[in-house]
Nanobody, 114 residues
Framework: QVQLVESGGGLVQPGGSLRLSCAAS????????MGWYRQTPGKQRELVAS???????NYADSVKGRFTISRDNAKNTVYLQMNSLKFEDTAVYYC????????WGQGTQVTVSS
């Protein structure tokens, strides 16, 4: 069983930056696509960004040019660097492993507010 633990969420002003981290247990991390999703109350969870085992990335149109996903296979960790944050980026952010997603983290709250 894989466990995913997110960290790095918090309160930030519009235009600010945050870096989310997701640490995975086990030995399969380097073979798996990793992704970040987000969800707000009353809405479906939506894909923010993903990165394959080979490093190919994919982004939602709403975050292109502002967010960057990366991974460190030596640390079993995937990151989401979020810059130029907007009010509408406020959500719970979830890390996941696999395509389609097999495992999920518990989520970390990101609040963009002045």
């Amino acid at each position: 069983q894989v466990q995913l633990v997110e960290s790095g969420g918090g309160l930030v002003q519009p235009g600010g930056s945050l870096r989310l981290s997701c640490a995975a247990s086990g030995s399969i991390f380097k073979f798996k696509t990793m992704g970040w999703y987000r969800q707000t109350p009353g809405k479906q969870r939506e894909l923010v960004a993903s990165i394959t085992s080979g490093g190919r990335t994919n982004y939602a149109d709403s975050v292109k040019g502002r967010f960057t996903i990366s991974r460190d296979n030596a640390k079993n960790t995937v990151y989401l660097q979020m810059n130029s944050l907007k009010f509408e980026d406020t959500a719970v952010y979830y890390c996941n492993m696999g395509n389609p997603p097999l495992y999920w983290g518990q989520g970390t709250q990101v609040t963009v507010s002045s």
